[in-house]
Structures are given as C-alpha cells and as structure tokens.
C-alpha cells in the first residue's frame, strides 16, 4: 500500500507507469487463467503507448478531453463484453484480443486523472485520482458491517450469494460520506464529491459483481493467488475498474485551474 500511495502523490508521472506496468502484466496472466488461453503478454506496451498520448500537447483542449472520457469509458465496455464472451467459451479470436480492455481502458483514466495534477513540487498528497479509488474502501468496509449487522436480502445470489441489499445501500451511503469531504479538500465543489461517490457506490459495486461472474463462468474462486489470503490482483482492483473511468469523465470538465 505504502508503494501504491507513493506513485499515486508522487508528481512525476514514472513512478506510476512503472507500477502500472507490472500491474497490468500480472492482469493479463489472471485473465489468460480465466479465459483459459495463453496470449502473450502484450499490455505493457500498450500502457507505455497510453502513457505517451496522457503526455502529448494539447491534452487540456475540450477534444481531446472528450476523445480521453471515450476511450476510458468505451473501452472499458468492450473489454467487459469481449471478456465475457471469452469467458463463456467462445473461440473468438477479436473478443479474446479485446478482453484486456477490461483494464487495460481504466488505466487510461488513471494516469488521465494524475495528469490533472502538475506543478514543481514532487508531491501532491490532493490527488484526483484519490475520488476513484478512496470512497470504494470506505464503501467496502461499510457493506461488510452492515451487511453482516441488518443483510436478510440477497443483492445477486446466483453471482455472489453473500452480498445482500443492505449492505449494498450502506456500501453507496458511506461512498457519498467519504467523497464529498475528500473532493472539497482537493479543491472540488461538493457536488463534484457527491457525483464521484454516488459513481463509487454504483458502479464500485458493478464491477465487483462483474468479476465474480467471470470467475463463475471460469469455474474458480479466485483470479490468482499473489495475494495470499486475497486473491488475485483482479480480486483487488476490480471496483476500481469500473469506476476510474466515469470519475475522469466528470473531473476533465469540472477540474479547477489549481491543480492543474
């Protein structure tokens, strides 16, 4: 945690490709397990191509803002169905190339949002990209207390049998909690907070139970096991997923000039 948190303040945008760059290389063996094929590792470059666009002139112009939410967003949807259709079976050749946009889009907003962040200084402990990712642990904690306090319905039995509506409500409640003080300490209006905690406790929550039906079509319990005791990194990251994506749709239009 405590390397995840330096790449994310660090200004400097290397510390943060190259954890990225290892990260995603270990989510495309996971994925390989899950669609049970045995595709190159290619991601990494990919990451370094999207980390050369983030850098290009230019980027701050609405057109390249909107073509930025596009491909995060975009691409996060194909990856979803092509992993998917991969999942299930399929002998698609383009659905299995498309599957790593699943993460390989979201990593596209991630280092979208730390290029919001600039300056001379070597850290930014405000960092935008804290919204897509610090509402989800405030979220998570709270629907396994209440979850476990008041949960009586089942969310998705047939997904994840032990995720109930109620501590799906206190995941969204607590995500609205944690969002709007952290977006007005970076420097947000407090509905910008709100908005990014209700996309938090929303689609946080779709992208964890995405997960679990890859896992369910692949017939195993967990992406990996580099994480003893957690899982895989998929395990780990895949709220994130889903989020990053719509968090840096509404920041590129709504970011002060300050942390630019």
Known sequence: MPVVLGAFFCVN????ALLTIL???ICQLE???LIKREWPVSVPLLVILYFGVTRLPGQQTLPFQVLSALMGVGGL?????AA????RGSKSTLAEVLA???FVAPIWSIFQLHALVSGSHLWNFANPML????PLWGGDTAAIFVGKAFGKHPLAPAISPKKTIEGSIGNLLACLLVAVPLGI??????WVGALCGGIAGVFGQMGDLFESFIKRQAGVKDSGSILPGHGGLLDRIDSVLFTAPLVLSILLFVSPDHIR
Not at 84 to 87: D, L, N, Q
Request: with cysteine; net charge positive; charged share 5%.
């Open 13 to 16: 945008p290397w510390p943060l």
């Open 23 to 25: 990260a995603l290389t």
């Open 31 to 33: 994925l390989n397990k």
């Open 77 to 81: 949807l194909i990856g979803c169905l």
């Open 84 to 87: 998917r259709a991969s999942s």
């Open 100 to 102: 790593p946009l699943w």
């Open 131 to 134: 919204l897509a990712v610090v």
């Open 185 to 190: 300490w970076i420097g947000y209006p407090w």
